[in-house]
């Protein structure tokens, strides 16, 4: 079996034209179920269920041949080695566990793979790290690779005489990531499919009554009130935990930690983690010196490091083991994320019944005048960001790096099993102040796949070598264009409001 790495994640043309039609599918259906049961036609709401029904049998039926073939496949039978384990809480007798393997076919090339399965408590001794066990695997979907709990005699006898060597190459994973191109056109289906279904309903939709408004909504009224309670009733809870200091946020104790060892990553291994550290915090309880790594899911990727650097340590009160860390040391919060999104939804319903009681321009109005209010707002700030930011490229240190690593990780479609594989290449500079530091270059690195070993020039700030480019010309124009994305979303913004204030 050959398993063949592609590019960075790029959908296919057909891939494409699917996300498209499913996006405009799924406009049109909403827009035509919801327009339907506002203006009572019958047609209309079976049109926004029957739309998706029979877009999904299409997918189903032209699916249909490739679910025939993966069926008919026989699974293969392999030993694996353990590379790595990671468990989860569970139930007494089964286990969750996270495992590495490394599969060795008789008669095809070995491969990585990770996986997650339950084990019983009573064969846990078996699937440890450097341990042999026996797998089943789909030929053709290496990715579903699932620990056999009760072998065969023949089998069982195998593993445990089998002595097997660590396989090369990318980690195998069950997630696909698709590209960002089609999403794109996913969110473009959907905002043009449901523009068109608007614009066909509006005779019925946006017809005026006597004072202006949309058409009688018995239903939404009440619907909306509802809405606009519920969620406000959430919103003061929250502000009220705020107040009280119970939510998470607040009962999270947040320490400073130190770097004291950076582990080097090894060259073809997974971006997952980020980069090996030994961290080194002031318990505030017993006074002691306390040292974690951050393997495993320890909240936040650590994507630079160096001897020394300050990080963020973070756990529940009363839970020291739940350590979370994050690239900075962050200051204590107050937990209004939640109650915020609470008010946002309560305005959002309120600008709906202002649209249904008082007409529809009212609803280019309260959603445009906020966002061109906010877009205002944050212009100035945007614009010191780049000016500081500038400032900050016309500042940085130029010095010699390397790319000491490339990491690899291979998502694969369980549909039709198409690979993607993500190359993070891991540069290693040292500053002008001594420090060595590891970090993921995710940006302006022709080449990625390619790039192991490769000298490169790394242009830093003198006071975080975390801040760093290898093109600052191409930092300068994303700043260029953080701008003016500002500037487009207050102009649109600002135009709706006028448009709906002009027809009010």
């Known amino acids: 079996m050959t398993i063949t790495a592609s590019g960075p994640p790029n959908d296919s043309p057909p891939e494409l034209v699917l996300g498209f039609l499913t996006g405009g599918v799924i406009g049109v259906s909403l827009t035509s179920f919801i327009g339907g049961c506002v203006v009572e036609r019958p047609l209309l709401i079976v049109t926004g269920v029957a739309l998706p029904a029979a877009h999904g049998l299409a997918l189903l039926l032209a699916g249909l041949p490739r679910r025939l073939r993966k069926a008919a496949s026989v699974p293969r039978t392999a030993l694996a080695r353990v590379e790595d384990r990671e468990m ?50 789909p030929p053709d979907r290496p990715w579903k690779t699932r620990i056999v709990r009760r072998p065969t005699p023949e089998w069982e006898a195998r593993a445990a005489v089998a ?50 408004s949309l058409p009688d909504l018995p239903g939404w009224v009440p619907f909306l009130r509802l809405w606009c309670a519920a969620w406000g009733a959430a919103a003061l809870v929250g502000f009220a935990l705020s107040l009280a200091g119970l939510t998470k946020v607040q009962r999270t104790v947040r320490l400073t930690g130190r770097i004291v060892r950076v582990r080097p990553p090894r060259h073809g291994g997974s971006r997952h983690g980020g980069i090996p550290v030994v961290v080194s915090y002031r318990d505030p309880v017993t006074g002691r010196d306390v040292t974690a790594t951050n393997d495993g899911e320890h909240g936040e990727v650590i994507t630079a490091a160096w001897e020394g650097r300050e990080i963020g340590v973070g756990h529940p009160r009363g839970r020291p083991h739940a350590l979370r860390f994050s690239p900075r040391p962050e200051p204590p919060g107050r937990g209004l994320a939640k109650p915020g999104c609470a008010v946002f939804l ?58 000491v690593a490339v990491l690899k990780d291979v998502s694969v479609d369980q549909e039709d099993g198409h690979t993607w594989t993500r190359f993070t290449p891991v540069v290693s500079f040292t500053t002008r102040a001594g420090a060595a530091v590891t970090a993921h270059c995710t940006e302006h690195l022709p080449d990625p796949a390619g790039a192991y070993g490769r000298e490169v020039t790394v242009h830093h700030h003198p006071s975080d070598p975390a801040r760093f480019t290898l093109d600052p010309a191409a930092e300068r124009r994303g700043q260029d264009l953080d701008v003016l ?20």
């Open 346 to 403: 309560v305005y959002a319903g309120l600008v709906a019944l202002a649209a249904i009681e008082w007409g529809w321009p009212w609803a280019l109005v309260g959603a445009g005048g906020p966002g061109a209010l906010y877009a205002a707002v944050h212009l100035p700030g945007t614009v010191r960001a780049r000016t500081a930011r500038l400032a900050d490229l016309a500042t940085m240190d130029a010095v010699p790096g390397r790319v």
């Open 163 to 212: 002595r097997l060597d660590a396989a090369p190459g990318p980690v195998l994973l069950s997630d696909p990531e698709p590209g960002r191109a089609g999403g794109y056109l996913t969110l473009f289906g959907l905002l043009l499919g449901t523009a068109a279904a608007l614009w066909l309903l509006r005779a019925d939709l946006f017809g005026s009554r006597e004072n202006g």
């Open 88 to 137: 989860e809480q569970g139930v007494p007798t089964d286990v969750p566990v996270r495992c590495e393997l490394s599969v060795v076919p008789d008669d095809a090339p070995a491969f990585r793979v990770a996986l997650r399965q339950e084990v019983h408590v009573s064969e846990l001794a078996d699937v440890r790290p450097g341990g042999v066990v026996v797998v089943t695997y």
């Open 485 to 504: 994305v500002n500037v487009l979303v207050t102009l649109v913004c600002g135009a709706a409001a006028a448009v709906g204030a002009a027809l009010l």
